[in-house]
């Protein structure tokens, strides 16, 4: 089966999307809860700022664990059984909130958040490949972005939504209980709905061993494994890099704002700024790609205003510095969008392999925050509370993220055509 023969006309692809692109909704709202826990948490527990993103690492440590074997159960019984399994992982996850608030147990809510986190494994590593190649590559970025409005309204979503129940100024942790099995109950009936739901199986271009002669011969045919592919090498710690960066902003965006505007109600109102400059990029890119620019461009372009609003993030006084985070928020919109086509382009057979690389990539999104709040640890020393300005000290991490990845852009991602 080539690409051709696999791809129906784009109408008939309507309702499929429309159930995907819920299924991104619930990988948001999962990612989303964290910004919310960790000034929750942190204050309930009395956390340092590091251990506060052990939160983030709990659930993102799950995509480099269990990376592999979901791609392995999707080999095994499918794209949309695979994602029924994970909306009922995930379910498990936040079912156990409730004990981890009951005997308010910090161990116990990481317990929680990791295994939530594997059932966001499998369901990324379904969702994405599926969308990818559902359509022609040169316009996955545009698919993607209109996956990722619905993706990131979820993480704006989730703060305000637990923000109903938990007053951050007066930390209760049994107002944890209700949200949380609501949560769960939505995320079973998403399983039945998914198991039950008209999703067809896709197949990239060449996927098939027995077609395999008709991706690229010259190409491929050396190819024994996927570490034989450099593109996607550096594609993986792009990604690792790029969904670094975007958890962190997502992550401290609630305590940035309190140092930039002090102790004041609903701070975790301020989360929906992040979710308006990445919303605003994935509408850019929905009309822009690959019409007016392509997805290579797009990421180019996108890496640069990473870069200045960093240094603007860094060296600007607290309003125009908050304003600076909205718009690196906004560079990070096309940035998933472009890297998986680009990294998982001619892989042909050993596409699902690449793609357990990219979901294991996600792990960035445990490692670069908690390298973050050790940075606003070190740089505030024994002060007490961080400032301003030790936060900006830290988010020179961003920098070489954003860097790499406009290497990637520019030459990592053409190695596959030399």
């Not at 007053?167 to 109950?185: A, H, K, M, T």
């Not at 640069?304 to 906004?330: D, M, Q, R, V, Y």
Request: charge should be positive; charged fraction near 10%.
């Amino acid at each position: 089966m080539n690409k051709k023969e696999s791809i129906k006309p784009k109408n008939q692809y309507l309702i499929p999307l429309i159930i995907i692109s819920i299924m991104f909704f619930v990988i948001g709202f999962g990612v989303g809860i964290s910004g919310f826990l960790i000034p929750a948490l942190k204050s309930a527990f009395n956390l340092t700022t590091r251990q506060s993103y052990l939160i983030t690492t709990a659930i993102f440590s799950a995509f480099v664990l269990f990376g592999r074997p979901a791609i392995g159960l999707i080999k095994m019984i499918g794209y949309r059984k695979s994602m029924t399994i994970a909306f009922f992982i995930m379910a498990i996850g936040m079912l156990l909130f409730i004990p981890s608030a009951n005997k308010i147990s910090f161990p116990l809510f990481l317990v929680a958040l990791f295994v939530g986190g594997i059932g966001s494994t499998v369901l990324q590593a379904s969702v994405n490949p599926y969308v990818t190649i559902v359509g022609p590559q040169e316009s996955a970025a545009m698919r993607l972005c209109l996956m990722g409005i619905m993706n990131k309204a979820a993480w704006w979503v989730a703060p305000l939504f637990l923000g109903i129940f938990i007053d951050l100024n007066e930390i209760n942790l049994g107002d944890i209980n209700f949200p949380f099995y609501l949560v769960s109950g939505i995320l079973i009936i998403l399983g039945i709905f998914t198991f039950f739901s008209p999703l067809p199986e896709v197949k990239a271009e060449g996927e098939d061993e027995e077609n395999i002669k008709t991706v690229r011969i010259s190409y491929l045919d050396d190819k024994k494994s996927i570490l034989h592919f450099p593109h996607l090498l550096l594609g993986v710690i792009a990604l690792f890099l790029y969904v670094g960066i975007e958890t962190l902003l997502m992550a401290s965006v609630i305590d940035f704002a309190g140092t930039c505007f002090g102790d004041i109600p609903n701070l975790e109102r301020y989360s929906k700024y992040v979710t308006i400059g990445l919303v605003s990029g994935y509408i850019f890119g929905v009309i822009a790609i690959p019409k007016i620019i392509s997805q290579t461009k797009a990421l180019i372009l996108f890496s640069f205003i990473g870069i200045s609003s960093t240094i603007t993030l860094i060296f600007s006084p607290p309003n125009f510095a908050f304003i600076a985070l909205l718009l690196t928020s906004f560079a990070n919109s096309l940035m998933w969008p472009a890297i998986w086509p680009l990294a998982i382009a001619d892989l042909g057979r050993f596409t699902k392999s690449g793609t357990s690389l990219l979901v294991m990539a996600i792990v960035g999104g445990a490692v670069i925050p908690y390298i973050f709040g050790f940075l606003v640890d070190l740089a505030k020393g024994l002060q007490e509370v961080p400032t301003i300005i030790h936060y900006q000290k830290a988010y020179w991490i961003l920098m070489p993220c954003y860097l790499f990845i406009l290497y990637f852009a520019m030459h990592g991602h053409k190695i596959r055509t030399k």
